[in-house]
Structure formats: C-alpha cells, structure tokens
C-alpha cells in the first residue's frame, strides 16, 4: 500500500487538491481524493449556470482525473468483488462526467456528485480499528 499511497501524494501534488495528502494515511488520502472531486463536481456546476465553458472543462476534467486515479489505485486482488464494482461504478462516473461536458448537463453532474458522496459516506464509515489492522496476504500453498 506504500506504492499506492506515495502515487496517490503524487497526484495530490500535481493536482493540488490538498498538500496536506503528502503526510496523510491511505485511507485519509482516499477520502480526500473523493471529496476532491465532489468540489470538481459542484465547481462544473456553477460555472455551467455561469455560462463559463472554459472553467465547466476544466473542473470536470480535473474530477475526472481524480476519479480515473482513484480506480487505477483499487487493489482487484485484495479488494474482490468490491474492487470490480468500484471500478465500474468508477467508470461510468467518467463516462457521465464526459456526457455532462459535453451537452452541459447538469443532471449528470448531481447523479456522479451523489455517486461520490454516497462512495465517501461508507468509506469514511469504515472503523478505526478496520483501518488500522495490517492488510492480509495470501499465504501460497
């Protein structure tokens, strides 16, 4: 997880969603990855009713980066089940966000910022102590 960890403070880093990820826990940073991009969201949003194309594209890029990094960070083999779903789920987000850019649609916009938010709600729900036990690895046979 420190691989991950230090590629997610990375993008933090380029994207300035936070300098304070660059000391943060992993689950802390993913948390704040999410909340990155329900702002992204709700920024798209405003310059949409503001008629600032320019400004639309570019949150809704930037949301769409912080979510494409998000599903390139999902471990599939510690993660399961769970990891497949949040990748779809993570895709489609990207491909709403697209179709919002592209015929300004709003709609799109709060049905991902609710996707989002609905993520981050459960994973800020995790326990503590859940997030503080090591990972387990499989032993080989």
Same mark, same amino acid.
């Given at each position: ?44 949003? %405003?310059?949409? #009713?503001?008629? &600032? ?7 809704? %890029? ?9 599903? %390139? ?31 300004? &649609?709003?709609?799109?916009? /709060? #049905?991902?910022?609710?996707?989002? #938010? #609905? ?12 997030? /503080? ?9």
């Amino acid at each position: 997880m420190h691989g991950a960890s230090r590629n997610i403070a990375d993008f933090y880093r380029k994207t300035g969603v936070s300098s304070a990820a660059l000391g943060e826990d992993p689950h802390r940073l993913i948390s704040l990855m999410l909340d990155g991009a329900c702002k992204r969201i709700r920024l798209a949003r %405003a310059c949409m #009713e503001r008629r &600032d194309i320019p400004g639309k594209g570019k949150a809704i %890029a930037d949301a769409c980066a912080i979510v494409s990094h998000l599903n %390139a960070s999902l471990d599939h083999q510690q993660g399961g089940d769970i990891a497949g779903r949040l990748s779809d789920l993570y895709s489609y987000a990207m491909r709403r966000l697209t179709e919002a850019n592209m015929h300004n &649609d709003g709609a799109a916009l /709060d #049905e991902v910022s609710g996707l989002l #938010e #609905e993520i981050a709600g459960a994973w800020n729900a995790i326990p503590q102590s859940a997030r /503080d036990q090591p990972r387990q690895t499989p032993v080989p046979a």
